[in-house]
């Protein structure tokens, strides 16, 4: 692949808020013009063999297990033979490991700070599959003025702790002027702000209103870890798998985007970073 190139092809699907303007940008709910909507559960919408890098962080995990696999295969049919996908979800394993580790303090050594370590572990663990509220216990969680713990929190779920922490903590004035700010910025924002408003004044039964946020898209629908990541993207088309680092990666010029690292800091910091190429048949 030759990098002057990568302008035109380099395709983030899902991008949520993280985004780069020489990337092709798609997601169900854009919040930037920079972001083009797709509705992704149709596929994505370009040809066959059209784009030399396909990246995604933070989606698979939302898609249900049994049209993980199909995702997938789009991903590899608009990637050009050899291309690189690479791919950025929950490390599962990682998870483990540190509930397990938790789980030991508290049995062995309790302390009000083990004791905080281990109740945020089980909601990184589980809240976002149970949650039946947007944000659900994990924001909740990060809005208590005092966090014993923060610097732990924040050293696992990065970016978006800290930024939910500092948002959260600032006065209820400057909260409201950014919101308000977050909706008018485009027009897409503006319609999901309207939707907010019109979900708020329309009574809805708690079946139907906990039904409607199951399935749009913010839990999570399945966990991964480096063999079943592996494994499906082989099932897939692809093949020359390898983990790496937010910092690394066999797409040109990666450090540029910021895409999983923003000012020498990791988004995601305990997620699993895996890249494969598809296979040249």
């Known amino acids: 692949m030759e990098s002057n190139q990568a302008i035109d092809k380099y395709l983030n699907v899902g991008c949520g808020h993280k985004y780069h303007s020489s990337w092709t940008n798609l997601d169900m709910v854009p919040d930037s013009d920079e972001v083009t909507y797709a509705n ?6 370009f040809p066959e063999n059209y784009f030399d890098v396909v990246y995604h962080s933070q989606v698979l995990e939302h898609i249900p297990r049994d049209k993980a696999a199909s995702f997938l295969k789009e991903c590899c049919r608009v990637l050009k033979p050899g291309a690189i996908i690479r791919v950025v979800v929950p490390d599962l394993e990682n998870i483990v490991d540190e509930y397990k580790k938790c789980l030991l303090e508290n049995l062995n050594n ?11 572990i089980m909601l990184e663990m589980l809240d976002q599959m149970v949650r039946n509220k947007s944000g659900g216990d ?24 800290d930024s939910v922490r500092k948002k959260f903590l600032k006065p209820k004035s400057e909260q409201i002027r950014d919101n308000i700010k977050k909706v008018l910025s485009s027009r897409a924002m503006m319609k999901r702000g309207l939707l907010y408003v019109w979900n708020k004044i329309i009574p809805q039964s708690r079946a139907k209103k906990v039904g409607k946020f199951r399935l749009g898209g913010e839990v999570h629908m399945w966990m991964y870890d480096r063999y079943s990541l592996s494994k499906l993207l082989r099932e897939c088309g692809f093949g020359d798998i390898s983990i790496k680092t937010a910092f690394q990666s066999e797409i040109p010029n990666w450090e540029r985007y910021e895409l999983d690292v923003k000012d020498n800091k990791i988004l995601d910091p305990t997620s699993l970073f895996m890249e494969a190429k598809k296979i040249i048949v």
């Open 40 to 45: 992704l559960v149709k596929g994505i919408p």
């Open 110 to 120: 309790p302390s009000v700070l083990s004791e905080a370590n281990y109740e945020w």
């Open 138 to 161: 994990f924001v909740t969680y990060l809005k208590r003025p005092e966090v014993p713990n923060e610097s732990y929190v924040i050293g696992r779920a990065g970016y978006v702790a």
